[in-house]
């Protein structure tokens, strides 16, 4: 499977943090290490390739458990029109459930690693608006410091355990070499590039660049506008044109 073909690489990459060199209440909010109960809140609007668009609402729920364990689910709500539509053919309702538990395998002063496990789940109300595929989720991300800035190395692999015949495959890797500059004043910028390789299409190679400008308006409440362009992968339907999302981060404590 290639995405165990990349794990080695990616723990290369974590580094060790400094807390004490960045402001002290936005490390902590971030820290995905430190479980935290949250409430998260996007909408996304997506250009796509082909010139129609798609618009995900997306609430996200995240239970902590313990401070090492937690569960999070997402349930997304979809607009999407196809390039020769109009208005009256979009289509719209909610697109496949994600649930998905987070371990910390490990934390130190020095690094921190969480494993995720999940799926994603044909729970679409029409078809336009999901994969019709049963997905398997893994996931590992890296919380590190490298130089003036904090990495966030994130690296993701789904594919489908069952579902619908006719629909196609589903077997992909995310590699995100993610990080964070914190700024004055507790606001932040993150640079967020996606790297996607399409296994089921002879591992095709993707690139959605992203970044995002928030700050965290209170020990509990961050919010942020993250705009981005499709950099390479035409024809690809995980790449998009362009998009642009807002959002908030509630949390609990």
Known sequence: MMFFFYIPKLIVVFFSINAAASDNSVVKAIDPSDM???????????????????????????YAISKSFSVRLETPFITSAASNSSIRDTDAGYGDTRLEGRYRLYRSDNWRAVLG????????DEETLGTGKDSMVISLLGFGKIGGFLGFPYIEHVTDVTGYSDRDPISFSVI???????????KYVFVDPAFIVDHENSDRLGLNLELEFGRLFSKRLMAYIKPG???HGDKMHQI?????????RYFFR
């Open 36 to 62: 935290k109960s949250r409430i998260d809140l996007r909408n996304e609007y997506r250009e796509n390739q082909d010139g129609g668009y798609t618009n995900y609402l997306v609430p996200r729920f995240e």
């Open 117 to 124: 496990i999940g799926g994603k789940f044909k729970t679409a």
């Open 176 to 186: 995100k070499p993610m990080f964070m500059k914190i700024l004055r004043d507790k």
């Open 229 to 231: 362009a499709g950099v």
């Open 240 to 248: 998009f044109d362009w998009n642009i999302e807002t959002g908030f």
